[in-house]
């Protein structure tokens, strides 16, 4: 049991402990199983710590049943019981003069003090983790100095610290296994959203030599292979994009997860001009979560229904007021254990949705303050594409060049993505009402073609086929009113859009 509680087959151990414990089981056997039920429901572990209260405290276990109530309490928000329970268990630990027992309930406490975002606590007890210099008390040190970073928003620190505890831990030994998962999974969302190119490879490594997962850890797999293929489409590598995304679905651990993949599929079928593909990934995506109750989503898989909104705000604004409404209506995420539940990136996300929703509906105004405000948050944290792409929405409605000259900052190292591309063909506000009706991918062929390129060589910078920059050629020349290429780019030029 105690080999597959550390090799993450969670419910595998606790399947074994339930088919054979006994009055005689071993005391550490049967906090291994209060530690399996603390993982995902602490309601749970609580009421099997007070039944196995008494025989514990009399075989000498104490100090770790204190600690374990103490956890379960602070999951479940009773941060009081949680304090009371903290202390019985430091006493236990002063008596015996267990340091290492010492660090690790400095940890916990450390990750307690967290959900109250206490951060100045937690470095206390972040500084009380370091007298344990054992390879475990090592770990455990930089895993809570990592969530500190986070809540600190302090990413870039924050994958260095991963970083660190993933060079101490070997996947290979039994005892560190899922932490080496978990942090894999957390560096590949943080180089989704930063350019961190060691966090990036790492985690990229890290999945292809290890392809499959615990069944346990298949959420973490899922955003880890989804969170690469992210990566990989920032750096215009569309082909292997797909690939990961395909990856993730077939590892998706439940509807509004594999909606969510169907929706990233869409998101970057319309970003290489193919329409038709995006609102065939957007109709499976639909019809796929038609079940999904997403007040029971108490993770990520909530921001499905601001993607819906953003895809569907160009197609179906009534669909994508519904999408954007029903999110807004589900109030914060309950869950004390996700900082996300207080976390301003989610808010960020939702203002950007706001945003783009609003503007396709025309509130011009009002769509500029949503995307002012996801800019703020962005740009503060370092999150460069995203703010670059508020940036971008917002030139595009003010038409001021201070926010193109912002945009093209955040997009400095990407590119070779579809974001850059985007900007250079933007047109902000008072351009030509002929070429605001182009498509993003329209657009950036009749922006090659207007620099003097060959369809082959657009076809080549686009990565796609010479008959995709026909189709496309053929609407930019009925939407400009012209015949050839001499007569668009010189349209073009008189109209100052080149």
């Known amino acids: 049991m105690t080999a597959l509680a550390r090799g993450a087959r969670f419910t595998e151990a606790a399947h074994l402990y339930d088919s054979a414990v006994d009055s005689t089981t071993p005391a550490p056997i049967v906090l291994l199983r209060a530690h399996l039920y603390l993982r995902n429901d602490a309601a749970a572990a609580i009421r099997f710590l007070i039944k196995h209260r008494d025989p514990l405290a009399k075989r000498g276990s104490d100090a770790r049943l204190q600690l374990y109530f103490a956890i379960g309490y602070a999951r479940l928000g009773d941060f009081g019981q949680a304090d009371l329970h903290f202390e019985k268990a430091w006493r236990c630990a002063n008596a015996n003069r267990d340091r290492v027992f010492a660090a690790e309930l400095a940890y916990e406490q450390g990750r307690r003090l967290l959900l109250e975002r206490r951060t100045t606590d937690a470095w206390t007890s972040y500084r009380q983790t370091l007298r344990d210099r054992s390879l475990r008390g090592q770990i455990r040190s930089e895993q809570l100095r990592s969530f500190i970073l986070c809540q600190e928003e302090k990413y870039k620190e924050q994958a260095s610290s991963l970083l660190k505890a993933l060079h101490l831990i070997d996947r290979r030994r039994a005892n560190h296994l899922e932490e080496w998962y978990l942090a894999v999974q957390t560096l590949a969302l943080l180089a989704r959203e930063l350019p961190l190119l060691s966090a990036q490879l790492y985690a990229e490594e890290a999945l292809e030599e290890i392809k499959r997962w615990p069944g346990d850890l298949a959420i973490n797999h899922f955003q880890a292979l989804k969170a690469i293929g992210w990566c990989k489409a920032l750096t215009g590598d569309q082909l292997n994009c797909f690939r990961y995304l395909r990856r993730a679905q077939d590892v998706a651990p439940d509807a509004a997860w594999r909606a969510m993949v169907h929706l990233d599929r869409a998101y970057f079928a319309r970003t290489a001009g193919e329409q038709q593909w995006s609102r065939n990934e957007i109709a499976q995506a639909e019809e796929i979560a038609e079940p999904v109750n997403w007040k029971d989503c108490q993770s990520e898989e909530r921001v499905a229904l601001l993607l819906f909104a953003e895809l569907l705000s160009s197609l179906d604004k009534e669909k994508a007021a519904y999408y954007l409404a029903r999110y ?164 073009a030029a008189k109209q100052g859009l080149v």
């Open 328 to 491: 807004h209506t589900l109030g914060k995420l309950s869950s004390p254990l996700l900082h996300f539940a207080s976390d301003n990136r989610l808010k960020a996300l939702a203002d950007y949705a706001t945003g783009v929703v609003r503007e396709a509906n025309g509130a011009s105004a009002e769509a500029g303050k949503s995307f002012t405000s996801a800019w703020s948050t962005f740009d503060r944290i370092s999150y460069d594409w995203r703010a670059g792409r508020a940036a971008a929405h917002l030139f595009g409605i003010t038409s001021s060049k201070r926010w193109s000259d912002l945009a093209r900052q955040k997009f400095v190292h990407y590119r070779r993505s579809w974001l850059w591309h985007d900007l250079v063909s933007l047109r902000p506000a008072k351009a030509g009402r002929a070429v605001k009706t182009l498509t993003p991918a329209q657009d950036r062929v009749f922006r090659l073609l207007c620099a003097g390129m060959s369809t082959d060589q657009i076809a080549k910078k686009l990565r796609c086929s010479k008959s995709t920059v026909r189709n496309h050629l053929k609407v930019v020349f009925k939407v400009m009113g012209v015949h050839s290429r001499a007569a668009l780019v010189a349209t």
